[in-house]
């Protein structure tokens, strides 16, 4: 079976422009979670949506931040405009029903602002 | 604040002995716990977990172990091989886990020959 799908697997972008990351979370799964990760602060959570519904975007740390999940199979994580300290990997991750403690991760978005 | 908390950055241990990571949580509302392994460049996969109405859970060379009391599980893995060099993150949740789950920050195993 497919694996949470994540793309760009890297992405180095200018300060100011807009960054777009991908997920297509495990089929049949029913939550998704966006985490980013880093040295200081190792993973936190950003957002997550319990079908395909933003349940709390608490962990977003500012309104340049935004996820949506138009559907069951996708969801972005965007970045406008992204400064360099949103330099980080970005974890998608889902679970489903039954397994809701288990989360599943993607490989990752590493993303270098410069 | 930390809710989970892995006061060990890293650890070295030799090869064939027994490594042992560990965890706290303040959290008295988590009533499940996790281990993830994570190698470079590569996402965090699920090693092992424990439900907080247990207090040791075996899985191979994988044990995690939890004391509600004290608020602290350990993951001991023996005999510890090569390919355990990583870096491990302790993951709790409560409810269910629908709200996702809070991890510590990582210990990086180093297994040396």
């Known amino acids: 079976d497919a694996g949470v799908i994540q793309s760009p697997r890297h992405e180095v972008t200018e300060m100011g422009q807009e960054v777009t990351l991908r997920c297509k979370p495990i089929s049949g799964h029913n939550s998704l979670f966006w985490y980013r990760q880093t040295m200081m602060r190792g993973l936190e959570l950003l957002i997550y949506f319990n079908n395909n519904v933003p349940i709390d975007d608490s962990g977003m740390p500012e309104d340049r931040f935004s996820a949506k999940m138009p559907n069951a199979s996708f969801s972005t994580l965007k970045i406008q405009p992204s400064e360099p300290r949103d330099s980080a990997v970005y974890f998608c991750a889902s679970s489903g029903t039954g397994n809701g403690n288990t989360i599943y991760f993607g490989e990752g978005s590493w993303l270098t602002v410069v | 604040d930390q809710q989970v908390k892995q006061n060990s950055p890293s650890l070295s241990v030799q090869e064939g002995r027994i490594s042992i990571l560990n965890c706290d949580y303040t959290?008295?509302?988590?009533?499940?716990f996790l281990w993830y392994k994570k190698y470079p460049a590569e996402g965090p996969t699920f090693l092992i977990s424990i439900s907080s109405i247990k207090d040791k859970n075996e899985d191979g060379r994988f044990t995690v172990f939890l004391n509600k009391s004290a608020k602290h599980l350990s993951l001991h893995i023996v005999p510890s091989q090569p390919g355990d060099s990583a870096v491990y993150f302790c993951?709790?949740?409560w409810g269910g886990g629908a709200d996702g789950l809070t991890f510590g920050k990582g210990t990086h195993l180093i297994i040396q020959p």
């Open positions: 993951a709790a949740s």
């Open positions: 959290n008295s509302m988590f009533d499940y």
